[in-house]
């Protein structure tokens, strides 16, 4: 089970494309998307359209394949499994990670399901995998993030390589949501890897 995270900065493509790509690969997915998370989806994915849930979101694009595998829980639910050590989760994805959140991580001000999810990671040795998006960065993005990492969360800022010669927006964030899938080391084709010749 990978908890993916949708946090309130631009960029929420990010997130829907990894859970395309994961409930693809037959995972399981729980999902948790922040209040303001939901209005940036309505703003730069649904072209002002109102967020009801992620499963409406995917069927609108066009995903139906495996929708059964998603879950979405709200971020103020303490009840949902995530909050607990005792959830078999392997990995959370933030992903985008407002720098109000990523605050939140690094102090471990657990008062969201987000932030409580990258909590129990950090107490229970799971992956904590951070994608901040700010720019430019202040000093207390760069001393927070070292903190976040200093507790075992992994930093993937979204900065694309342009030697895959990206001809689209899409083709920048799969280049974004392969490097994701390549640190969970999951099988992915949206990236070759270097001198390959696919
Ligand atoms: C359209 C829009 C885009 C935003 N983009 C960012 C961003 O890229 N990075 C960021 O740190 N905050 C961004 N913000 C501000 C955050 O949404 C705000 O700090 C909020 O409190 C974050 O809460 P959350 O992380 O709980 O969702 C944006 C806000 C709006 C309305």
Redesign the pocket.
């Known amino acids: 089970m990978i908890i993916v995270a949708i946090?309130?900065?631009?960029?929420p493509i990010m997130g829907i494309r990894l859970i395309e790509e994961l409930l693809n690969l037959e995972e399981e997915v729980a999902a948790i998307v922040?209040?303001?998370?939901r209005?940036?989806i309505e703003?730069e994915v649904l072209n002002n359209s109102a967020y009801t849930s992620l499963k409406d979101l995917l069927e609108k694009r066009g995903v139906t394949r495996k929708i059964g595998l998603l879950k979405e829980y709200e971020n103020s639910d303490f009840f949902s499994p995530s909050a607990s050590g005792s959830s078999e989760f392997e990995a959370v994805v933030v992903v985008?990670c407002?720098?109000?959140?990523l605050s939140a991580i690094a102090s471990g001000y657990a008062d969201?399901l987000?932030v409580r999810t990258c909590d129990v990671a950090f107490k229970e040795k799971r992956r904590c995998i951070i994608v901040p998006?700010?720019t430019p960065l202040n000093l207390i993005h760069v001393e927070n993030m070292r903190k976040a990492m200093v507790a075992g969360a992994e930093m993937v800022p979204p900065v694309p390589g342009f030697y895959t010669h990206p001809e689209t927006i899409d083709d920048v964030v799969d280049f974004i949501v392969g490097k994701l899938l390549n640190l969970l080391g999951r099988k992915q084709s949206l990236l070759n890897s270097w001198g390959s010749s696919e």
């Open positions: 946090s309130g900065a631009s960029g922040s209040k303001t998370g209005k940036i703003h985008p407002s720098m109000k959140t969201n987000i998006r700010e």
